[in-house]
């Protein structure tokens, strides 16, 4: 990894050290193969480290708060370096998104949509468009409006046909509406993308560190009458 080889250079440069979270949060949502343990744990200790080395770059609070929030699930630690980080620049798109994220885990869903509705109007054509319009799907889930959730998930899709953390939450979202022949072709778009996935894998992913228990268990049953194997 091109990262790793910038830290050999300087083992002390904070963007290269909060890039490795971002892209293990990235492979998550996207990765042929699975964020093995040690990777995420290694990922979580550098997003630490930067907080007080990068605590002045936008980029590194941002990156480093989703991954504290996403693969450590320490939502209050990841709010005060989005904090920081809107201090130093309120027009930050990405920041704002992860900012929705963070209120999702507390369960503040409408503000979450608020935070990522602004992140839209500020990069309207942002290529990471796809965390602004799944970070609503996801409160609206969290509220409890499936149906909303579900066009903001299909939003997503239709931009991205391949994104497993939105197909995954369509299977489990039609399921939840009874659209089952609907939720059984996004298991089998998953299980293309990523043979390996099952109900307990995902219990374990990075968005089930912003589900609360309730919302988890009802996640994983939309999946098993998807057809999501088991284990």
């Given at each position: 990894m091109l990262l790793k080889q910038a830290l050999a250079i300087d083992p002390n440069y904070a963007p290269a050290k909060a890039a490795i979270g971002w892209f293990r949060v990235h492979e998550a949502a996207h990765g042929r193969n699975p964020v093995s343990e040690p990777d995420a744990?290694?990922?979580?200790?550098?997003a630490r480290q930067t907080l007080e080395t990068g605590k002045d770059d936008l980029d590194v609070l941002w990156m480093?708060?989703?991954t504290l929030l996403l693969l450590a699930g320490e939502p209050d630690v990841a709010a005060s370096a989005i904090d920081r980080a809107l201090m130093l620049n309120p027009n930050a798109a990405l920041a704002w998104a992860v900012r929705g994220f963070v209120l999702s885990r507390r369960g503040q869903s409408?503000?979450?949509i608020e935070a990522c509705?602004?992140?839209?109007?500020?990069?309207?054509?942002?290529?990471?468009?796809r965390v602004f319009t799944m970070g609503i799907g996801l409160a609206h889930q969290i509220a409890g409006r499936d149906e909303e959730a579900l066009g903001w998930v299909e939003q997503t899709l239709h931009a991205e046909p391949g994104y497993v953390t939105a197909l995954r939450a369509k299977a489990a979202l039609c399921a939840e509406l009874d659209r089952i022949e609907e939720a059984r072709a996004a298991?089998?778009?998953?299980l293309e993308a990523q043979p390996w996935h099952t109900v307990a894998r995902s219990q374990r992913g990075a968005l089930s560190r912003i589900y609360g228990p309730e919302l988890a268990a009802k996640n994983a049953n939309g999946l098993r009458k998807a057809g999501l194997p088991e284990e």
């Open positions: 744990a290694e990922a979580v200790a550098l480093a708060a989703s409408d503000a979450a509705e602004r992140a839209m109007r500020l990069s309207p054509l942002d290529p990471l468009r298991v089998r778009q998953l």
